[in-house]
């Protein structure tokens, strides 16, 4: 069973940086990729960031060049890199891990509790 654990959320005002890690454990061999999902209230869940582990990498449009998605397969840990931040990316970060790098949820089998951003301007 593959258990996901996210940490670094906080609070931050407008323009700052955040750095989220998820920490897997369990058989995660054959999952090859791995994601950052968000939301916010209110609204649907939605992609933010995908790496395989090839470190191929996928980025949705309104984070693109300010989130950097990165992996440690070693020790079996994502990190997500979030500078710039905006009040709109206030939302719950998910971590997910899947075989897909897809940003879509239903293609996701396991997921992290989340943890929470929160960007006041």
């Known amino acids: 069973q593959v258990q996901l654990v996210e940490s670094g959320g906080g609070s931050v005002q407008a323009g700052g940086s955040l750095r989220l890690s998820c920490a897997a454990s369990?058989?995660?061999?054959?999952?090859?990729?791995m994601a950052w999902f968000r939301q916010a209230p209110g609204k649907e869940r939605e992609g933010v960031a995908s790496i395989s582990r090839g470190i191929s990498t996928v980025y949705t449009g309104s984070v693109k060049g300010r989130f950097t998605i990165s992996r440690d397969n070693a020790k079996n840990t994502m990190y997500l890199q979030m500078n710039s931040l905006k009040p709109e990316d206030t939302a719950m970060y998910y971590c997910a891990a899947g075989t897909s790098c897809r940003l879509t949820p239903s293609l996701f089998s396991y997921w992290g509790q989340g943890t929470q951003v929160t960007v006041s301007s």
């Open positions: 369990g058989y995660t061999y054959n999952r090859d990729c």
